[in-house]
């Protein structure tokens, strides 16, 4: 069954490439404060080939998601439990046969890629002829051949610290990626082409000890004891079909390869950035001479990864399978006016187009087009046993791979035909969460006839035994995830919150969702819908039986629920603010700790402002309060915090945020003067709040002025050259792509140590 021809399908998982992300640059202020925000992430999605086909909306570009909206003041109540919502409950089919993989994927690729000619010949004609331009092939990319040889002087590491801040990962047992880690006396980075291990004990005289050269640009990295884990994208074969608009662009912390990984949900699509993955382990036992065990290669993009002790599960997507078709004759005529006998020629060269387009589809073999996993530059025999497709799927595949960092043996690996989505995982579960959107006249969910978006949810088995993990149902509830803080799990249930419609329209609204795995469908337990009218999520956080939101239009409504009851949720209390969390972090069990914009009320809208620290006391649920706040700048002021969660460092009393401070602007006017970009450490506490202890300047230009052009910066980007940070007892390290900083946060002001890498 193909997707053009498909009448009845029970659910129709859209495929294709997601594209159209914003480039993040900065919108002038006339369309800031009259945006409107685009279609839903994945709305129309641009086929696997990378046009758009006519079976789907023809979404535009989106434009920058914005905050600075013209709507009537928000006088409804947030409402609370609902009639309930039917999710659609649905488990994936597992392949019989790979022949019966194969003739569906073939299947899949032809009725997209005559869908996508279909639409390209259309426009041709109907423009009067376009122009087209050649695509430059990707270059070779195997990366750098050697490195400064290590220093030989590392001594016997000294008595390390009492005590180390770690990754401020989402769930405390389970580790994040990212491409800094440290243990209790070294640090390891990966950037530049390199992984490199620093001394960072006694502080004052850290430095580097060890460097490897990376074959690949540097993603991300684990550690446990002697081994580490680092990830590094390659580039595609020039002659592979890589699609552009895959690329990950808008809201999300700069990775040490350059490009933009969506950790913050609004304003990009977890897509991955179109390369394939190298997962590389290495013996660092001698911290000297990182050793270089094994290499894995994966045909697909890097995701999500996440750490169980010795356990490395990785969630990464193949948005295409590889057949090197063309969209464009490359004999079309453009840029010139068509007669009839042109448009005639065009005709024909599709059509032929069509035919050897097939023909490569046809002959493609089997190996190409499913992920693939090569183990020290061993190609593995592609199985058929692990892969799922939904009753009518194309040609796009979302894997789990999973192995023991501490053991030789090959990685295993799941995979469902899906396009991927926003990642959490919890001890013993992964979820996985794509947007949808409804087409007019294709399939839909059954139980969601009258909802244009969803999210299909795609819970697999992990944990401590990599070997254990699989693929364990599927299901879809209404709306579209923010990221992976959207959802929690807990005693078996899985929590989420999505958003329905996009401002300023006055049908958005959000839902939260509990639903529980039973017999391979993810089912709905309990529901409350239709949470803040008119306004969308910004931020979420699950504490046990309680949960927190934070929805924005004009003011900051906190929203606080108690979740104690899976088949009955209730929403207890609401406290309104100006402007809008992004980030909401448990202070402790009485107290949260957000980051994120203020804002200046406008009446029928309001301009977002300087960024907010705040302190909300939430021990009786239903009378919220809003205890101590900070404001830092004026708008165009941004943090690395503000778009992942991962730049957040809270660590016995201090708070460490990548920061750039711009002056000057506000009501609606962006800052003119940057007056810092570095590192703040302040001291927080429930009962005095915020008070800054001190600074780590990092300039952004090689001339040690700050870039003022850089105050008008999108909300959602930061632009502070740090983007990390950890301490060390009372030493803080400061860290940027370029090197780091090291002060003692009893005195700051001057820095004890620095490296550049």
């Given amino acids: 069954m193909s997707l053009s021809n498909s009448k009845s399908a029970r659910v129709w998982l859209l495929v294709a490439a997601l594209g159209g992300c914003h480039d993040g640059g900065t919108p002038t202020q006339a369309e800031s404060d009259a945006m409107t925000p685009s279609a839903a992430a994945g709305s129309g999605a641009p086929g696997a080939f990378g046009a758009k086909p006519t079976t789907v909306s023809d979404p535009q570009t989106p434009s920058k998601p914005s905050n600075d909206v013209a709507v009537a003041p928000n006088t409804e109540k947030p409402s609370g439990q609902q009639p309930p919502v039917a999710a659609a409950m649905y488990a994936l089919a597992k392949v019989s046969t790979c022949d019966d993989a194969e003739q569906k994927l073939r299947d899949a690729a032809i009725a997209e890629m005559n869908a996508q000619l279909d639409t390209n010949l259309a426009n041709y004609l109907r423009s009067g002829g376009f122009c087209v331009y050649p695509t430059a092939a990707l270059p070779a990319n195997s990366g750098p051949t050697s490195a400064p040889a290590p220093s030989k002087d590392a001594s016997a590491p000294s008595a390390g610290p ?22 209790d006396h070294y640090i390891y980075q990966v950037g530049k082409g390199a992984l490199r291990v620093l001394e960072a004990w006694p502080a004052a005289s850290t430095h580097e000890v060890g460097r490897i050269a990376l074959d690949g640009t540097p993603l991300k990295l684990f550690v446990a004891g002697d081994r580490a884990v680092v990830y590094v994208s390659v580039p595609r074969n020039a002659n592979a079909n890589t699609n552009a608009s895959s690329k990950v662009a808008g809201s999300g912390a700069v990775i040490a390869g ?4 969506c950790t913050y949900g609004y304003g990009c699509t977890f897509s991955g950035d179109g390369t394939d993955t190298g997962i590389l382990l290495f013996d660092v036992t001698d911290r000297t001479a990182p050793k270089l065990l094994h290499r894995y290669d994966i045909n697909s993009s890097l995701i999500a990864a996440r750490r169980i002790d010795n356990a490395v599960h990785t969630v990464v997507a193949k948005l295409d399978s590889n057949f090197g078709v063309k969209l464009q004759p490359d004999t079309l005529r453009s840029c010139m006016p068509l007669t009839d006998q042109l448009k005639d020629q065009a005709k024909t060269e599709f059509e032929k187009l069509r035919k050897d387009n097939i023909a490569l589809i046809q002959n493609k073999p089997l190996a190409d087009m499913l992920p693939s996993l090569r183990v020290d530059g061993t190609a593995t025999e592609p199985s058929c046993d692990a892969i799922y497709r939904a009753a009518d799927s194309g040609s796009a595949f979302t894997s789990l791979v ?3 960092m501490s053991k030789s043996e090959a990685p295993g690996m799941q995979t469902i035909i899906s396009r991927p989505g926003a990642v959490y995982a919890s001890e013993s579960s992964l979820y996985i969460a794509v947007p949808q959107a409804q087409a007019s006249n294709q399939p839909w969910f059954d139980a969601l006839p009258n909802e244009k978006e969803a999210s299909t ?22 709306g579209r995830v923010l990221n992976q803080f959207s959802m929690d799990e807990y005693q078996g249930n899985l929590r989420i919150a999505t958003t329905t419609g996009h401002l300023p329209s006055p049908d958005a609204h959000n839902t939260l969702s509990v639903l529980t795995l039973q017999e391979g ?15 969308d999520i910004r931020s979420v956080r699950f504490d046990g039986e309680r949960g927190f939101m934070v929805t924005f239009k004009k003011t900051d409504p906190l929203f606080a629920f108690d979740l104690k009851d899976p088949k009955a949720p209730k929403l207890l209390g609401e406290l309104m603010i100006p402007g809008f969390s992004t980030y909401i972090h448990m202070l402790d069990d009485k107290h949260l700790l957000t980051i994120g914009y203020d804002a200046d009320d406008h009446g ?18 239903k009378h919220l309060a809003l205890q101590h706040k900070a404001i830092i700048g004026t708008r165009g002021s941004s943090s690395e915090a503000l778009a992942d969660h991962l730049a957040f460092t809270l660590f016995q009393g201090k708070l460490a945020l990548p920061m750039t401070i711009c002056e000057g602007g506000g009501d609606g006017t962006y800052g003119t003067n940057m007056t810092f970009s570095g590192l703040i450490v ?3 506490s429930v009962e005095k709040g915020f008070s800054e202890r001190g600074r780590v300047a990092n300039p952004p230009t090689p001339s040690g002025q700050y870039d003022h052009s850089l105050c008008s910066n999108w909300w959602s980007n930061a632009s502070s050259e740090v983007k990390r940070s950890l301490f060390m007892d009372d030493f803080v390290y400061a860290v940027s792509a370029n090197g780091l900083h090291v002060q003692d946060t009893r005195a700051m002001g001057k820095d004890v140590a620095t490296v550049v890498f």
């Fill in 457 to 478: 949810l795609h819970a697999f088995r992990i944990g401590k035994d990599p070997k254990a993990s699989a693929y364990l149902g599927s299901g879809v509830v209404k």
């Fill in 521 to 535: 469908r993810l089912q709905q337990q309990g529901l409350i819908d239709h949470i803040a009218p008119s306004e």
């Fill in 162 to 183: 009492t005590a180390v801040s770690t990754t401020n990962n989402q769930v405390a047992s389970v580790d994040e990626a990212d491409f800094i880690k440290n243990d």
């Fill in 402 to 404: 999973s192995f023991d």
């Fill in 604 to 621: 029928d809208f309001a301009f977002f402002d300087g960024v907010i620290l705040q302190i909300f006391d939430v021990s009786d649920p």
């Fill in 682 to 684: 302040y001291d927080v």
């Fill in 258 to 261: 350059g490009s933009s990984a």
